[in-house]
């Protein structure tokens, strides 16, 4: 039997390769893809890395631990948390709603969604301030209860919640369009009530989506520019996102200060990359 | 359905159980729609809304007028000009790595997947500072540029480079998973039965993913319009010459010309509408034609 078994994958496998020899166009295709990578990002990415090791490691150490730029990188990344963390609450409940309910209008919200992926950062970024600026729609109401969200760290947040929304909403639902309500209903004639079910049957399933989606809002808010900008003000050490600086130090010519915050930046989205892949190699472990 | 019919089975105090432990009640599923969509309506509709009030609140021959103004005329020109050059190199390159990662079976695949995904990750201001430190007047390649009176950074030229980069994912990212999915069985009938290679991509291969790559393009060519940071770092923001629309709203903005800011603001917003637009008339294509191959 496993004899059999191995006789037809070996068959099959020989069958595999013979047929990537039908198929033409792996030279052709494959040449192009990475010498079009390598000319686009290798090079220049690799650039960068020449160009901060061949600062000293003071010079580089000053310009990544001035107290402006650590200042920059609190907010950044704290306000990214913030921003994903709210995400990830609503992302889920946005996906939920969408896949589980019924309502008026769900196809044209359901496409709504992707909108902050497809808007301009600039479009966005004004839109925003306009509506949050103490005479907008929005900031004219929160100012009643005084509080402040253009040209504060609350705007920030704002800003990074608005473009990391699609992410969570959109690595969740097909997952959740994919769970077999069975499994829902064993819980249930188990005895487990429906909040039992949800949290000990749902959520774990969603777990690995959640995270996916929570690490792909992380990583776009923290290297958001355009966005931000327009409602944060810019205040040195209060408002001032890192990217932000990287722009100023770059329009004063101080390429070696911009470079050398540009790669902790750098390292900052590999990492977060590494922990994303992480996550998809334990889901796929998992089995699920 | 099951909940169902087990509910109508059963006596009526065991199937309000039932529905009980198998679904939410019903005040409880309208509170959640009722958030869902308050969170949606502040984030995504209103400044949708703001958006089009500002362009419109002085009324259409303003709106007009804002738009056809000389500079941001060179806005929009300069604009679609990046996008027919980017987007046609990012078609290629989608393509191909497409199909050399959805036909082949090659080491080091899942290396070439992170990579082409790298661009999204990375902060748009680090790629412009990247492309400034190699091209610009104190960059690396910066004095031979200028012996040979090239100017890359500051120029149409290094705007180009930087959106190319940026969107460079997104068409591929849309194609790969796609073809994987189909498979090569309908390639490889083409061609046993003699049809070439060109011949097989044109008519077996292009029907196939016609969809995800429409929406790739107009994806792209979204993203290409609106790209801001990495723009923002070399462009130098020379009006009429190196403002592309982003910029030359930023520039508006700044100005204190919220009329003509928000004006061109709207063109760029009515394109992103058409995207989402495009992306779900594509996923109910894709959805129906799965449906037609199930039913026999």
Known sequence: MTAALQAHSVKRKRLGSKNNRVIPGFGLTMGFTLFYLGFMFLIPVGGLLLYTSLMSWEEFWKAVSHPQVVASYKLSFGASFIGASINLVFGALVAWVLVRYEFPGKRVIDALVDLPFALPTAVAGIALVTLYASTGWVGQYLEVWGIKVAYTQLGVVVALTYIGLPFVVRTVQPVLEDLETEREEASASLGASRLTTVRRVILPALLPALLTGYALAFARAVGEYGSVVFISGNMPYRTEITPLLIVAKAEQYDYQGAAAIGMVMLLAAFLLLLVINGIQWWTSRRGL | ?296
């Open chain 2, 1 to 296: 359905m099951t909940t169902q019919t087990l509910g109508n089975v059963a006596n009526p105090a065991l199937a309000a159980r039932w529905r009980r432990a198998t679904s939410e009640p019903d005040w409880l599923r309208w509170t959640l729609i009722g958030i869902s969509l308050s969170f949606l309506a502040l984030f995504l509709i209103l400044p949708l809304l703001v958006v089009l009030y500002g362009a419109f609140e002085q009324g259409l021959a303003v709106w007009a007028a804002a738009i056809t103004e000389p500079d941001a005329l060179a806005a929009i020109r300069l604009s679609l000009f990046v996008v027919a050059i980017v987007v046609p190199i990012n078609v290629v390159f989608g393509v191909a790595a497409a199909w050399a990662i959805a036909k082949f079976e090659f080491r080091g695949k899942s290396i070439l997947i992170t990579l082409i995904d790298m661009p999204f990750a990375i902060s748009p201001v680090v790629v412009g500072l990247i492309f400034v430190i190699l091209f610009g007047t104190q960059g690396w390649l910066g004095p031979w540029l200028a012996a040979h009176d090239l100017r890359i950074i500051f120029a149409v030229p290094g705007i180009v480079i930087v959106i190319a980069f940026g969107t460079m994912p997104f068409i591929a990212r849309e194609l790969i998973p796609l073809m994987q999915q189909q498979g090569k069985e309908e390639e490889e009938a083409s061609l046993t039965l003699g049809a070439g290679g060109w011949k097989t991509f044109w008519y077996v291969t292009l029907p196939n993913i016609k969809w995800g790559l429409i929406y790739g393009i107009i994806l792209c060519n979204a993203r290409a319009l609106g790209e801001f940071g990495a723009v923002a770092v070399v462009s130098g923001r020379i009006r009429g010459e190196t403002n592309t629309m982003p910029l030359h709203i930023e520039v508006l903005y700044n100005e204190y010309m919220f009329t003509a800011a928000f004006a061109v603001s709207s063109l760029l917003m009515g394109l992103a509408l058409v995207t989402v637009a495009i992306k779900s008339v594509v996923e109910w294509q894709t959805e129906r034609s799965r449906r037609c191959a199930d039913t026999p």
